[in-house]
């Protein structure tokens, strides 16, 4: 069941891995953040560059730093939710926190080549 606690500013989902479950790979977590999408770009969260700290604990916790394009966002309430309903469906992972991060801003040279391409950015 997400979890969520406005008064730190974080997103929460997931729960405490069972003893003995394989915790997920890095890559799996990357998997499920490129199916997270602004609803107003065609590009994922994750080729935009929008995730700057992600770590895969050993227990199976996953802790999330992302920003936004910008802080005046339409879906800047919900995207952090998103992110972290989409990271605790993988399995192997447990606890999911994620945290809006604004410095450094985010600009355009975090994208991958293939959201430039898709965006244009020559």
């Known amino acids: 069941m997400p979890l969520s606690s406005p008064t730190d500013g974080k997103a929460r989902a997931g729960g405490p891995l069972d003893d003995g479950t394989p ?3 890095r890559e ?3 998997a499920a953040l490129k199916t997270v999408h602004d609803p107003e770009i065609p590009v994922n ?3 935009l560059g929008l995730i700057y700290d992600l770590v895969v604990e050993t227990d199976g916790a996953v802790r999330i730093g992302m920003t936004l394009t910008a802080p005046a966002c339409p879906v800047a309430g919900e995207m952090p939710q998103w992110v972290a ?3 605790a469906a ?3 992972v447990g606890e999911v926190e994620v945290s809006m ?3 450094p801003p985010w600009t355009p040279d975090r994208m991958s080549d293939d959201a430039k391409m898709i965006l244009d950015f020559g």
Request: net charge negative; aromatic share 12%.
């Open 28 to 30: 799996a977590v990357v």
């Open 101 to 103: 991060v604004w410095d």
């Open 85 to 87: 309903d989409a990271v």
């Open 90 to 92: 993988v399995d192997g």
């Open 23 to 25: 915790v997920a790979s």
């Open 45 to 47: 969260i994750y080729d």
